[in-house]
């Protein structure tokens, strides 16, 4: 993660290696934001040379020209905001995102985008930070270092002295780091991210969060997940050499206002099972960890901030295998807490692991309880790659939409219709794991919903944008997003009255 510094000097005098400023679209071509620091023929013959180059103010477009020693920085970038001439917050927050993610390999960046006030300050840091990630663990030392993030970042602004200015920003780093670490998480590979290592590896982050840290980790192996009656890890577990994990981790501050649980699915490779998928695109179902990843970075980001909520995420780990021992389609598992599910395809393992996590969760009595899972590929269907679906109580639905909406993520509220719960009748025990053809997603919620009781309850499906199996993007590189953690960590801050 990059260091990041507030400065009130002239954008001219900062000798960093990159100095980024905004440019939006107009129908009289590209103009520069917020650049009267440079003296206007100057202006004037950058928007020429710019033009002829091609650069339009686009979003996304990330150019590179060089300063003549007018001023100190070594190039100037130009980051486009689109044909808004006041950018909003989320396109403030993707376009300095986007210049720190293309200007990988250089060591500093100057950031002189519109950031008076506080709101506009905070997204322009948390781009920067957000923006400036490479996952380079496979990689040799060459190519590391080529792909090597920004390694600091300086931002203008007037608010250098700003308490609130200040706090914001290092909120913005304790974010960005968690979106950093779930997305290591999601890339690494499954030989080496297996259900155990997993959770030793939420146990060293737990050890790393400090000793007076108020969080505590318990992990249940196989042979704690078969006496404590969780059916559905069993069930999803068994045809993996490399058995299942629940683990439990729980932030619990001093006078905490409120309690909230996080299940996530932690699928650490997903074949399908006996029900196998096809092998072009099995890969990306490495991925299907992602919810549990967000998951165990947004519990021990709420207690870097020292948020006075009790936070508990209960990570459901599995490998989804075909073998000898694997479970078959008609087999009859128990979740936890007794209800039957006749598993009528193997490929419909996240609402197995999940319901025991659910059942788990809810023993303990939290206000809320939300769960965040790779569900199905028909949210993709749905509503793409980039845009998230939220199901559940309305008012708990709505908050997460509303979380959302100030964290910059996008999550769209979908129903839960009743009349297809009829689907899901199982010829032999209370449920069959999967449902009607249409509105796959729909039949995904209503069956955790069978095993939330009556908690308050929103269920996050984020299986598209997740794991971006297509071109970088603003602050989203490719691979693991880290899609999530902005938005839990938000609503548990509401939660906390703290935003
Ligand atoms: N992990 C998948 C869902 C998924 C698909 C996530 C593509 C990300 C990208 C899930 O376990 C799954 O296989 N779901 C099935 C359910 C079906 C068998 C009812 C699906 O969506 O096809
Ligand atoms: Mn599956
Ligand atoms: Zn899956």
């Not at 490399?242 to 729980?250: E, I, M, S």
């Not at 996080?262 to 695109?281: H, M, Q, R, W």
């Not at 459901?316 to 009859?332: F, I, K, W």
């Not at 199901?391 to 639905?397: H, L, N």
């Amino acid at each position: 993660m990059p260091t990041v510094t507030l400065t009130s000097k002239s954008p001219a005098q900062l000798s960093a290696d990159a100095l980024v400023v905004a440019v939006a679209q107009s129908d009289a071509g590209p103009q520069l934001l917020d650049a009267d620091w440079l003296p206007s023929e100057v202006r004037t013959e950058l928007i020429s040379v710019a033009s002829t180059l091609g650069v339009t103010g686009a979003v996304d477009e990330v150019r590179k020209l060089p300063t003549a020693g007018r001023i100190a920085a070594k190039v100037l970038v130009l980051t486009g905001v689109g044909p808004a001439t006041a950018p909003d917050a989320e396109t403030l927050r993707r376009a300095a995102g986007a210049a720190t993610r293309e200007l990988a390999g250089t060591q500093s960046v100057a950031l002189a985008l519109p950031a008076e006030d506080v709101a506009h300050l905070t997204a322009v840091a948390e781009g920067a930070l957000l923006g400036a990630y490479s996952y380079t663990r496979y990689r040799d030392a060459e190519a590391s270092a080529k792909a090597a993030p920004v390694a600091s970042v300086e931002i203008v602004t007037p608010l250098v002295r700003d308490k609130a200015a200040k706090a914001a920003v290092a909120r913005a780093e304790v974010v960005a780091a968690a979106v950093h670490a779930t997305r290591d998480l999601v890339n690494a590979a499954p030989n080496d991210l297996y259900p155990a290592a997993f959770a030793d590896l939420a146990k060293a982050a737990v050890k790393d969060a400090g000793r007076g840290s108020a969080v505590k980790i318990t992990v249940l192996d196989d042979k704690a997940l078969i006496a404590g009656g969780y059916g559905g890890l069993t069930g999803v577990g068994q045809g993996s050499a490399r058995g299942p994990r629940l683990v439990k981790v729980a932030y619990s501050p001093s006078r905490p206002v409120a309690k909230v649980a996080l299940v996530g699915k932690g699928i650490t490779f997903d074949s399908g099972g006996i029900s196998i998928k096809p092998a072009a695109g099995m890969d990306a179902m490495k991925s299907d960890m992602a919810g549990a990843a967000a998951v165990l970075h947004t519990v021990l980001a709420a207690a870097q901030l020292e948020l006075p909520v009790a936070v508990t995420g209960w990570l459901c780990l599995a490998e989804n295998m075909p073998s000898g021992t694997a479970q078959r389609p008609s087999d009859v598992i128990t979740i936890r807490g007794g209800k039957t599910v006749e598993v009528l395809n193997t490929d419909a393992e996240g609402r197995l692991v999940m319901a025991d996590g659910l059942v788990a969760a809810v023993e303990e009595k939290p206000d809320v309880v939300l769960d965040i899972a790779t569900l199905t590929g028909a949210q993709m269907v749905a509503l793409g790659t980039r845009v998230s679906a939220v199901m559940g109580s309305d008012d708990v639905r709505g908050e997460v939409v509303t979380a959302a909406e100030g964290a910059g993520e996008l999550f769209w509220p979908m129903p839960l219709p009743a009349d297809l719960r009829a689907g899901m009748k199982s010829k032999v025990a209370d449920i069959a794991n999967i449902g009607d053809r249409f509105g796959g997603m729909l039949s995904a919620g209503l069956f955790l919903q069978e095993f939330v009781g009556s908690t308050p309850w929103a269920h996050l499906d984020i299986a598209g944008p997740s794991f971006n199996e297509k071109g970088a993007h603003g602050y989203t590189p490719v691979g693991g997003t880290g899609v999530g953690v902005r938005t839990l960590l938000a609503l548990i801050e509401a939660r906390a009255g703290a935003r």
